[in-house]
Each structure stands twice: as C-alpha cells, then as structure tokens.
C-alpha cells in the first residue's frame, strides 16, 4: 500500500521526507498533494471531505480510512489497476477528485506523478511518459483532444468527472486507443460508483455500477445507492433509468425539474439538445436552462449563455433552430446573457449563485 513513489511537479519525494514533514513547496497544490500525503502515510483514521457545493451550500463530511480504502479497492477491481503502474494526478488534491486519486495509488501501490492542474496537463511531464491511470475534468479532456490527441493514446485508462461530456466531445474521442469511461459519482459516494465506457467498441449510453454497489429507484424516479462502505443507503436527486441491477442511465436533475403551465420540462434534455444546435452554429459559449417565475405559467424555461448579448442575426438563427428542434414547452421563453458565470471552487458551474444574478 505504501510502496509508490511520488512526483511532484517535476520533484521526486521519498516516503521519509514525506512523513517526517521535511519537505519544501513552492505551490498550494504541492502543499495539499504533500499534506495528504503525509496524513495517509501516518495511519491518520478519520478525514474531512468538503463537497462542491455545485448543487447546494457546500458541506464537510467525514469518512473513515477503511471507507476510503474500499472506494479505492472497487475501483482498482473494475479497471485493472496494478502495483507499480503509474497514476498521473493533475486534479486539484483538496477535492475529494485529487484526494481519492492519491488513494487509489497508495492503496495499489502505483507510481505517482502529480502536476499543477491545467488546461493540458500533459505539456508538464515528459512527453515519453507512460500513464496507466488518470483522472481528468471535461475541460481539460476537451483542450487535450483539440490540441495533442496523441498524447492521450499514451495513457492506458483515464476517467472523466465533474460535469456532463458533450456529445461533440464524445464524437471526438471515438479514435482514441485510450480507454476513457465518464464518471457517475460525489462526495457523499467517496468519487464514482459507476463508470460509462466512452470509446471502443463497450461505449455505452448507461453506467455501469462498480463491484459492490446496489442501485433502485425512490417514488420520484431517483437513484438510490447502497454500498458496502456507506454506513445506510444514499438517496440523491438524481433522475434516472435504470436498465437492470448494475446499469443505469442519468436523466436529469430532480431538483432543476420546471414546471411551466402544469407541464414538467427536464432542463437537461433540453441543455443536450442545445448542445447540438450550438455545436452546429460554431457557438462554444457555456450555458445551462433554468426556470424563473411567471405570472401566467408559474415558470418560464429560460436559457442563460456566458457572453455578451448575441446580434441581431445570430440571435434569429438560434431562436429558429430552437423552435423546429425543440417542443413548444421546451423551447425557451427567454434567453439571458451574462459575461461571466458564478462558479464553485472546483470550476463547476455555480446554479443557484449564477441564477441569484439575475433580477426576478
């Protein structure tokens, strides 16, 4: 468990050095890597994870060292993953993401090469470098894909979490020898509980549940978890369809759910097919679909761009595009503009901060 080596941002890091504290940063992201480091190598028993607070107020939560360590084992089990390969870490290490990848390495013993996060965190390690194992955001698989392909064939497996993939960005990874497989997962799961292979030819529409986990449905349609590492089953707010006992598909927020005039709009079917029509239209801004008040629906489907206010022409042609794609219920009543979202520490989309911008 104990055997990996450790490098980070260039500078290789004994196991001594580490547990004894004598070791210098120059960067918070080594601080973090190290501080973790040094807690896991010392026996420490009880840790605090922070969520993201993407969906709600972010909060701390407590797991045990073993909690973690079965998280860790049941993804080693489902990816292969084996002593002495090598793990690049370039998500940040005081998230549970970062956190859990320094896990998984102390526990089956992989090399460790942890470099600053960033958009393309291959132009920081030795371009011959072999990696077995990362972890990456949607953000940087996407700067990676357009810039260096080839570099990601260097990689055995790599995994995908912290926001939806795009079905252009999916279209993108097709060619790719790398396994890549999207997350499903959060704090309160200790990272993924299922894995949606991407590429190859087992890419999948649904999710997979890792060894260990049992899946259902609550009466709203939500997914409920139960694993052998969480002290009673989770039920989370997540919208799905579930295939059979170990797959499901993600459908949607049941908290973002509008209801516009008696009739239930799910903003997530509608962002996928946005997606597309943006794609098409070479209009790469971010955006999300939220519902505001209205006196006569009760809620209005609204779409809000990170951008500046559209012009005349494109404006007409989205809204066109719009109206032969979507619903009529879908459709938006409104769009809004607004140059920069608000956003969680992690670099996810803040909901309820950037919807709070807006006047109601």
């Known amino acids: 468990m104990n055997k990996s080596n450790v490098v980070i941002n260039g500078k290789r890091f004994t196991r001594d050095q580490i547990i004894s504290n004598s070791f210098d940063t120059t960067t918070a992201f080594e601080r973090s890597t190290l501080v973790f480091c040094h807690d896991w190598l010392t026996g420490k028993k009880q840790f605090t994870l922070q969520t993201s607070g993407s969906t709600g107020t972010p909060k701390e939560i407590n797991f045990s060292r073993d909690q973690m360590i079965a998280s860790a084992s ?46 393309n965190p291959f132009t920081s390690i030795e371009i011959t470098q072999k990696i077995d194992f990362t972890a990456l955001v949607p953000y940087q698989l ?33 060619g790719l020898e790398c ?7 959060m704090t309160e799961t200790l990272s993924h509980i299922g894995l949606m292979k991407l ?56 908290d ?10 799910m903003p ?23 519902g505001f008040p209205d006196s006569s629906l009760g ?32 459709v938006p009543k409104e769009i809004k503009f607004l140059d920069r979202f608000e956003q969680t520490e992690s670099g996810k989309i803040n909901r309820p901060k950037t919807i709070n911008l807006f006047p109601v």
């Open 199 to 254: 590429n190859g030819k087992n890419a999948s529409d649904y999710f997979s549940v890792l060894p260990g986990v049992r899946i259902d449905n609550d009466d709203r349609g939500c997914l409920v978890i139960k694993t052998n590492f969480l002290d009673k089953s989770l039920i989370t707010n997540d919208l799905v369809d579930i295939r059979d006992s170990n797959q499901f598909k993600w459908l949607g927020r049941w």
């Open 74 to 119: 049941m993804t080693q089990a489902a990816l292969n993953l084996k002593e002495d390969d090598t793990a690049l870490i370039c998500l940040d290490t005081k998230y549970i993401a970062g956190q859990m990848m320094l896990v998984r390495s102390f526990v089956v013993g992989m090399n460790i090469i942890a470099t600053e996060p960033s958009s």
């Open 142 to 174: 996407q700067n990676i894909v357009s810039t260096n392909p080839e570099l990601l064939n260097k990689v055995r497996v790599a995994i995908i979490g912290g926001a939806p993939i795009d079905s252009s960005l999916k279209n993108k990874l097709r």
């Open 268 to 290: 997530e079917k509608i962002e996928r097919q946005l997606e597309e029509i943006f794609q098409a239209n070479g209009i790469t801004n971010r955006f999300f679909i939220t």
């Open 256 to 265: 973002n759910i509008i209801n516009s005039g008696g009739v239930k709009v």
């Open 299 to 330: 809620q209005k489907v609204c779409l809000l761009i990170e951008s500046p206010p559209f012009d005349e022409g494109a404006m007409h042609q989205l809204q066109s595009e719009m109206r032969a794609e979507l619903s009529k219920y879908e």
């Open 179 to 185: 396994e890549i497989y999207a997350t499903y997962g």
